[in-house]
């Protein structure tokens, strides 16, 4: 059974970071490219970063402040966020897919729960 497990959400001033962290189990994980993407009330869950091996896929928003990054030992994905504007408020999902990494949300196969993320101004 696969399992993604988001952790690291809060409330975080402005210009402030948070680091997201999503562990995996039940999916070979090298063979997985990992997605992050992000929702608020209302909308559409929007896309925010992927990685595939090496290869990295970001979204024009979070561009220079966001990083995801991915540890094939302990089967986590990561996304550290830097800069964090109040826009960057939403419930933020892990997906996994097999490779490649896209940017398409509905590619993914695989979510869990999500971690809520508050930036206060």
């Known amino acids: 059974q696969v399992q993604l497990v988001e952790s690291g959400g809060g409330l975080v001033q402005a210009g402030g970071s948070l680091r997201l962290s999503c562990a995996a189990s039940g999916v070979t994980f090298n063979r997985h490219a990992m997605g992050w993407f992000r929702q608020v009330p209302g909308k559409e869950r929007d896309f925010v970063a992927a990685i595939g091996l090496s290869t990295t896929y970001y979204a024009d928003s979070v561009k220079g402040r966001f990083t995801i990054s991915r540890d094939n030992v302990k089967n986590t994905v990561s996304l550290q966020m830097n800069s964090l504007k109040t826009e960057d408020t939403a419930v933020y999902y892990c997906?996994?897919?097999?490779?490649?990494?896209?940017?398409?949300?509905?590619?993914?196969?695989?979510w869990g729960q999500g971690t809520q993320v508050t930036v206060s101004s």
């Open positions: 997906a996994a897919k097999w490779m490649p990494p896209v940017i398409v949300r509905d590619e993914y196969r695989y």
